[in-house]
């Protein structure tokens, strides 16, 4: 399946960086332009499948950049972040051919709910993420390549069965008998410690040399993934 990818027009470096992070966690490709111009270059270059633009903006506003670019694209979806939530300010940006827009400060859910629905809509299905991204760890899921703070980390078949186990059910608790038979198929006895040797083989390779931890023990449980403790 194609990656979607959205383009982030916000001058603010640190909520640019954040939304950024944010959308790549829910399995999209993000890209960010900090003004107005390099914004219109960029989406000019390339396809995105949608917009999250900023009003206030330097050397193009994003009313403006919203008009430039519904001149030549009228099909993408355009979500405006404002600071302005009067009646008048959304006009305004519906008028320049915005679709949407989101009141800052907003809940990220309320953003990932908005762009879900266009996405729908243009009759995109929300993809599998092709990478997995937890803290500095990144799993490309089409070829299992591993890296973590940038470092390449080489796994076994079976380590990299468990990762990927552990990083599609990130944040979540997991017993030993769900990821036996995701690893290992249903046939596989669970009282075996089959499962310890493994995570601490994948615990040497990607967490001793790294913080934050990433897989966690959850006693008379099971395990879980995550950078930060459930
Ligand atoms: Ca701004």
Same mark, same amino acid.
């Given at each position: 399946?194609? #990656?979607?990818?959205?383009?982030?027009?916000? !001058?603010?470096?640190? /909520?640019? #960086? %954040?939304?950024?992070? &944010?959308?790549?966690?829910?399995?999209? /490709?993000?890209?960010?332009?900090?003004?107005?111009?390099?914004?219109? &270059?960029?989406?000019?270059?390339?396809?995105?499948?949608?917009?999250?633009?900023?009003?206030?903006?330097?050397?193009?506003?994003? $009313? #403006?950049? =919203?008009?430039?670019?519904?001149?030549?694209?009228?099909?993408?979806?355009?979500?405006?972040?404002?600071?302005?939530?009067?009646?008048?300010?959304?006009?305004s940006g519906f008028e320049y051919g915005a679709d949407d827009y989101v009141?800052?400060?907003?809940? +990220?859910?309320?953003?990932?709910?908005?762009?879900?629905?266009?996405?729908?809509?243009? !009759?995109?299905?929300?993809?599998?993420?092709?990478?997995?991204?937890?803290?500095?760890?990144?799993?490309?899921?089409?070829?299992?390549?591993?890296?973590?703070?940038?470092?390449?980390?080489?796994?076994?078949?079976?380590?990299?069965?468990?990762?990927?186990? *552990?990083l599609r059910n990130r944040h979540k608790l997991l017993t030993r008998e +769900?990821?036996?038979?995701?690893?290992?198929?249903?046939? *596989?006895?669970?009282?075996?410690? %089959? %499962?310890?040797? $493994?995570?601490? $083989?994948?615990?040497?390779k990607i967490d001793r040399d790294f913080e934050p931890k990433l897989i966690?023990?959850? *006693?008379? *449980?099971?395990? $879980? =993934?995550?950078?930060?403790?459930?």
């Amino acid at each position: 399946m194609a #990656d979607i990818k959205i383009l982030i027009v916000e !001058d603010e470096q640190r /909520l640019a #960086d %954040i939304l950024k992070k &944010q959308l790549e966690e829910a399995g999209f /490709l993000a890209e960010t332009a900090n003004d107005g111009y390099i914004g219109k &270059q960029m989406s000019e270059k390339n396809n995105y499948n949608l917009i999250i633009l900023d009003i206030n903006l330097p050397l193009i506003n994003g $009313y #403006d950049l =919203c008009r430039e670019i519904r001149k030549t694209n009228k099909d993408i979806p355009i979500i405006m972040l404002t600071a302005f939530g009067t009646p008048e300010n959304k006009i305004s940006g519906f008028e320049y051919g915005a679709d949407d827009y989101v009141v800052k400060p907003f809940d +990220f859910r309320e953003l990932l709910a908005r762009i879900n629905v266009f996405l729908r809509r243009s !009759d995109l299905n929300i993809p599998e993420s092709e990478k997995i991204i937890l803290a500095d760890l990144e799993m490309d899921l089409k070829s299992k390549t591993v890296t973590r703070a940038g470092r390449k980390i080489d796994l076994t078949a079976k380590e990299s069965m468990l990762l990927e186990t *552990f990083l599609r059910n990130r944040h979540k608790l997991l017993t030993r008998e +769900f990821i036996i038979e995701k690893v290992w198929g249903i046939d *596989f006895d669970p009282s075996t410690n %089959i %499962i310890d040797v $493994y995570v601490n $083989y994948l615990r040497k390779k990607i967490d001793r040399d790294f913080e934050p931890k990433l897989i966690h023990t959850k *006693f008379g *449980f099971g395990f $879980y =993934c995550s950078d930060k403790e459930i």
